[in-house]
């Protein structure tokens, strides 16, 4: 069996790379791997975390690249590849416009299509945009989905999806965050975490396309609030989009009590996560990870695929409302109730086991 595995940022990567390792692992599987490398050195960096070497590097990463260029370079680039390979399957991973174009590519070609993560949903395609859309078409070409949790399970079946092909494995990035947890913390981020003696810390990532703009003002404005009460330390490694690089370091560079950092190789993130007393994130990832630390998100959206972890206590939607993040923050922050509540809330996205259960329905399926 011949599985070809397609993946093109950082979290698609760090997500991915558990099902590759288990992948490698089995008899009968001629495992290879090709990245869009939609995102160039994040994923670098997992990549050689995860000591993953990719069979096919498109490269098709390029300054301020529109969604429309980089959908079209990876059709370009890629067909020729599935062409000559001929692979049994094509496995991709989420809600990026890689996973989007490789799924329609494959299913162009009369390629069954595996989609890792499958069945989230807002129900509003334009939040978060372009990721709804985007895991909606791999939707409706995909011939096995692996839901992370009965919740997206059951999206897939109301939009009739037959039964059979949808399967609960839980989410592979849990699978890869106990890997990496177990590691030793750069230098420089044990550096950081030794200096911040009494304070708590407060980690940050915001950096989706529908934030940019005024509603990313409004979230650095709720930050330079919560730094003003001198007992946090704010840490924010700010993603290269120019869009957020520019409003990021001219509301918050010089603030007190707030770190801007590039962004972060995984390890380093993950060992943030691991000390942090509150996070706030516009991230999907972080959503799914942060719980398994018992660490409480205060998510930085009106709305979230991940409904789950709002109904299970680990998550909280704040939207980008300056006054209600800073009241949200502040009643963790100040209530130890309130924060224990969310801290000790359950990790509905799995204990992490996904990517065998991936690869065992994979090879059942083949049978």
Known sequence: M???SIFGTRPEAIKM????RELAKRKGIESRVCVTAQHREMLDQVLSLFKIKPDIDLDLMRPNQSLAQITAAVFTHLDP?????????VLVQGDTTTVMA???NAYYRQIKIGHVEAGLRTHNKWEPFPEE???RVAGVTADLHFAPTKWSQQNLLKEGVAKEIVHVTGNPVIDALMFVAEQKAPTRIASL???LESKRLVLVTAHRRENHGKPLEHICAALKSIAARGDVEIVYPVHLNPNVQEPVKRLLGDVPNITLLPPLEYLSLVHLMKNADLILTDSGGIQEEAPAFGVPVLVLRDVTERP???QAGTLKLVGTDEHKIVNEASYLLNDSVAHAAMAQAVNPFGIGDAAKKIVDVLEGATK
Not at 81 to 89: F, G, V
Request: glycine share 4%.
């Open 2 to 4: 011949k599985v070809l």
């Open 17 to 20: 790379a558990p099902v590759v």
């Open 81 to 89: 590849i599935l062409a000559k390979m001929k692979p049994d399957w």
């Open 102 to 104: 490789a799924a329609l």
């Open 133 to 135: 859309i985007n895991r």
């Open 193 to 195: 975490l030794s200096t």
């Open 308 to 310: 789950e972890g709002v």
